[in-house]
């Protein structure tokens, strides 16, 4: 069993940044991808980033492209999301996520192919 913890998460004003992390513990060993996704109010679930764990390669929603930017120590088993140039609708409760087995690059968006989840980490963007 793996367990995800996120934590980051903050109050901030837009244009600002802030840096999530994801720890992973337990048997991480099979790790494929590790995904970000985020929940804003009243929505649905929605996907962020994705990194493949080998470093082949990584995806981003076209809505943060250019201002986010996901990555990993593979000694520390954590994922990384940095995020910049912040905006109020930016603001989320921003999960972790992980896949152990390879999947197509085009199912990288779907919450259905990640199977460990973290609790999640709150981001609020003031205007």
């Known amino acids: 069993q793996v367990q995800l913890v996120e934590y980051g998460g903050g109050l901030v004003q837009a244009g600002g940044s802030l840096r999530l992390s994801c720890a992973a513990s337990?048997?991480?060993?099979?790790?494929?991808?590790m995904g970000w996704f985020r929940q804003p109010p009243g929505k649905e679930r929605e996907f962020v980033a994705a990194?493949?764990?080998?470093?082949?390669?990584?995806y981003y929603a076209d809505s943060v492209k250019g201002r986010f930017t996901i990555s990993r120590d593979n000694a520390k088993n954590t994922v990384y999301l940095q995020m910049n140039s912040l905006k109020p609708e930016d603001t989320a409760v921003y999960y972790c996520?992980?896949?152990?087995?390879?999947?197509?690059?085009?199912?990288?968006?779907?919450?259905?192919?990640?199977?460990?989840w973290g609790q999640g980490t709150q981001v609020t963007v003031s205007s």
């Open positions: 337990g048997r991480t060993g099979s790790t494929y991808t």
């Open positions: 996520a992980r896949r152990t087995g390879p999947v197509h690059s085009d199912n990288y968006y779907y919450t259905s192919v990640y199977g460990d």
């Open positions: 990194l493949v764990w080998s470093g082949s390669g990584t």
